[in-house]
């Protein structure tokens, strides 16, 4: 089992920035893709950024040129800095990671962080 323990959501005004965190935990030989999914009201739950154990990043392209996503792959952490915040980005944000367990591969969520940018 994998265990992902997110941090770092909040409210703040439109034009500000924050940075999320999530730290994975658990029994896993590695990790092959770690980032964020987010989930608006009403909405499906998409994918913000991510990225593979290469180094690859993949983004949303509403996020691009403003999110930044970074991994430690020695410590199983994953950041997402966000700026130029904007309503849009309004969501519960998701941590998530795809996670080789012996011959298997497993997807685990963390628990979900806020996300409120105010107009």
């Known amino acids: 089992q994998v265990q992902l323990v997110e941090s770092g959501g909040g409210l703040v005004q439109a034009g500000g920035s924050l940075r999320l965190s999530c730290a994975a935990s658990g029994s896993m030989s590695s990790i092959i893709v770690m980032g964020w999914y987010r989930q608006a009201p009403g909405k499906q739950r998409e994918l913000v950024a991510v990225v593979i154990s290469g180094g690859n990043t993949n983004y949303a392209d509403s996020v691009k040129g403003r999110f930044s996503i970074s991994r430690d792959n020695a410590k199983n952490t994953v950041d997402l800095q966000m700026d130029n915040l904007k309503p849009e980005d309004t969501a519960v944000y998701y941590c998530?990671?795809?996670?080789?367990?012996?011959?298997?591969?497993?997807?685990?969520w963390g628990q979900g962080t806020q996300v409120t940018i105010s107009s």
């Open positions: 998530y990671c795809n996670a080789k367990i012996r011959e298997f591969t497993f997807q685990y």
